[in-house]
């Protein structure tokens, strides 16, 4: 990560908020004043201003038992009170929390006091099959009105939700419930996608029975969504709607600590198991309000907001369940695919609720850019008035088509640079105040301290590129990893002492805008998610035709980097299958191990891997590789030849 780069702008382009847009944004160009003159003060008065406190608190943060942060500590607060009652409470019952949209195009709009009703019969749900405050529950469900309602469900007895996306195989379930002991998995028969059902149920099945049988899960919730046959468990399975309609509508919400466990997230590391990330409650719906507040300069009596990432992933957390509900927004939802079952699908769903603030992320917007911009000009997107990116670096190129594509040329764009780690956005711009950049996600949000270091821990001149850091703790930051303490101290704390090493290269510009530079560890980022090179190794590995495989990311136009394998067979399989046929067994192999999003987009068969003389693979040269690139300095490796059999296969 220490190339020099050119101190020069990578794109010079600026575009200034429009100035009705800046006269009426919420935020204004002084939050950053008082972010830096109040320090902590100024999250404790965010706490005390967008949230409700059964308890106020009078510490705001204690880093004595650094890195773990405690913020607001002796506050209590109950998180789906937060997002629900008060609303009720006060008066907007009636708004509309969710417009939700079914992918075969059924749809239903709920209010906040629906919602409200829903999830207090939920909650008691929960607390008639024994859950209780700390226990976890994991979901494993489709984009519909349920999700949401179990996650505040979960939220509000106190017990601890972990989400895992709805693509991840029956072994990464059981691995994800197994690790945080689960009691209960809600979820549902199917859902639909691609314009058919997908079967969640027999999946959770599978997790559920391998093994000789799974040791925590007590009960099974399924929601009827998709229609399809599936299998009962007497004593352990029940249906949602059966139990909701006999379930008490009535439920008062308890206050819980501020530093109660909210949710567990398992996100990829660099190894082949995921980390179980988590987060607690106070500070983390104090900083998830707040940005979604700011950064998406949310009127809530007016937007509309639509952000098009799943629950199962943190966006689907922070930025359709807690930050849009905590602060009253009224949001649409959309259970399928933007292609279903037409490829103006989601410009569609614009037009049908006229929103108003629309998130996603590069990869759609590269997509919709390669099949035209006659598709979305067929349909009327003039309530849009802000637009968002997340998830990878935005080209310039898309950026601009985003813009002038979906934005009328107008609307201005936050590119929000954050993690599951991060809980919430920490680089961005703010919409009403900062010219903006394409391509750069540019500013640290109020109250957050980034720097950009050397290998060394020194501060890098501007125009190089150097390690991310985040120099102060923040309110949304994890508080560990589920069960690993040492791997939590050890990935993010080793390297820069207090300083938390985010794994993401940057680079500052004369302006001191940030630009993200991708991953400078073994995470790929493949359409805005994350996978572990060392995760899909290992899977390969475990299937008993393959001796050895290496795993990269190569770019890749469409979903910003690719999975790319290279597997070496056993001395006995070798001629066994055509190599094409192998290698399309192992990419199914993959999908069925670990889920479909880490399906490799391209395996090659070859006799060696490039290995240093104590015996490292050198993905360096792999990925020169994959992406048909000159291969760079070859001197360390054993073998030189490898390297010219493996690209004569290749390219
Ligand atoms: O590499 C960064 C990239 O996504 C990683 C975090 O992935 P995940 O925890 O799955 O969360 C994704 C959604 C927040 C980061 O380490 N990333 C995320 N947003 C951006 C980004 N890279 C560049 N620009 C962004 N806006």
């Known amino acids: 990560m220490n190339e020099k780069i050119d101190t020069s702008m990578p794109d010079e382009r600026s575009f200034a908020p429009p100035a009705d847009f800046a006269a009426n944004a919420i935020a204004q160009a002084e939050i950053y004043d008082r972010a830096q003159s109040e320090g902590v003060e100024f999250w404790a008065n965010q706490a005390r201003e967008l949230l409700h406190w059964h308890t106020p608190f009078t510490e705001t943060l204690d880093w004595s038992d650094a ?69 976890r529950v994991a979901l494993y469900m489709p984009l519909i009105p349920e999700a949401v309602v179990a996650m505040l469900a979960v939220a509000r007895i106190g017990a601890i939700h972990s989400v895992v996306f709805g693509g991840f195989s029956a072994e990464s379930l059981r691995n994800r419930a197994d690790d945080a002991g689960a009691k209960l998995v809600i979820t549902a028969d199917g859902g639909y996608r691609k314009g058919g059902v997908f079967a969640l149920k027999p999946v959770v099945d599978q997790a559920l029975a391998s093994d000789g049988g799974q040791k925590t899960v007590q009960n099974v919730l399924v929601v009827r969504r998709g229609g399809n046959d599936i299998e009962w468990i007497d004593n352990r399975d029940l249906w949602w709607h059966e139990v909701m309609e006999s379930a008490s509508p009535e439920h008062e919400a308890q206050p819980f600590p501020a530093e109660q466990p909210l949710f567990i997230l398992y996100t990829s590391g660099t190894t082949g198991k995921p980390k179980g990330i988590l987060h607690t409650s106070g500070g983390y719906l104090t900083q998830a309000a707040f940005t979604h507040k700011n950064i998406f300069d949310l009127h809530a009596e007016s937007d509309i907001y639509w952000c098009t990432a799943d629950v199962g992933w943190i966006t689907g957390h922070s930025y359709v369940v807690y930050g849009p509900l905590a602060n009253g927004a009224t949001q649409v939802i959309y259970e399928g695919t933007p292609d279903t079952p037409h490829p103006g699908r989601w410009w569609e769903i614009i037009q049908k609720y006229g929103v108003t603030i629309f998130y996603t992320a590069p990869t759609a917007i590269r997509s919709f850019m390669k099949l035209g911009s006659e598709i979305p000009d067929a349909f009327d997107l003039s309530t849009l008035r802000l637009l968002g ?26 590119d929000t640079w954050w993690q599951t780690e991060t809980g919430a956005i920490m680089i961005s711009a703010l919409p009403g105040v900062t010219s903006l950049k394409p391509g750069s996600a540019q500013v640290a949000v109020p109250g957050i301290s980034i720097d950009i270091l050397d290998d060394d821990g020194a501060g890098v001149p501007d125009g190089t590129g150097g390690l991310l850091v985040i120099t102060e703790p923040w309110p949304s930051m994890l508080r560990g990893i589920w069960g690993d303490d040492e791997r939590f101290r050890k990935t993010y704390w080793q390297k820069f002492g207090d300083k938390y090493f985010a794994g993401d290269g940057a680079k500052r510009d004369r302006d001191g805008d940030i630009w993200l530079l991708g991953r400078v560890d073994d995470v790929m980022n493949i359409s805005g998610h994350r996978l572990s090179t060392a995760e899909i190794e290992s899977s390969l590995v475990a299937h008993p035709m393959v001796a050895e495989a290496a795993v990269v990311g190569a770019a890749d136009e469409l979903t910003g980097q690719a999975v790319v394998a290279f597997v070496i067979l056993l001395a006995s399989e070798v001629g066994k299958l055509e190599a094409a046929e192998a290698s399309a067994e192992l990419r199914t192999h993959v999908a069925q191990q670990i889920g479909a999003i880490a399906r490799p987009a391209r395996i090659f068969i070859v006799p060696e891997l490039p290995k240093t003389r104590s015996g490292k693979i050198m993905r360096r040269l792999l990925q020169d590789v994959a992406e048909g690139r000159e291969i760079g300095d070859t001197t360390t490796l054993t073998d030189q030849s490898v390297l010219n059999i493996i690209n004569a296969q290749v390219n």
């Not at 708004?95 to 909650?123: C, I, M, N």
């Not at 099959?129 to 226990?135: C, T």
């Open 67 to 135: 890195p773990v942060a405690k913020w607001f500590a002796d506050g209590a607060l109950n998180v789906s009170y937060n997002c629900l009652d008060r609303h009720v409470e006060q008066g907007r019952g009636e708004r509309v929390a969710l417009h939700w949209e079914g992918e075969p195009g059924d749809s239903v709009s709920l209010t906040y006091a629906a919602l409200t009703e829903q999830v207090k019969r939920a909650a008691n749900v929960l607390l008639s099959l024994g859950i209780r405050a700390g226990d």
């Open 389 to 414: 990116s997340v998830g990878e670096p935005i080209n310039p190129e898309a950026w601009m088509w985003y813009r002038d594509v979906i934005g009328a040329g107008k609307t201005p764009i936050v």
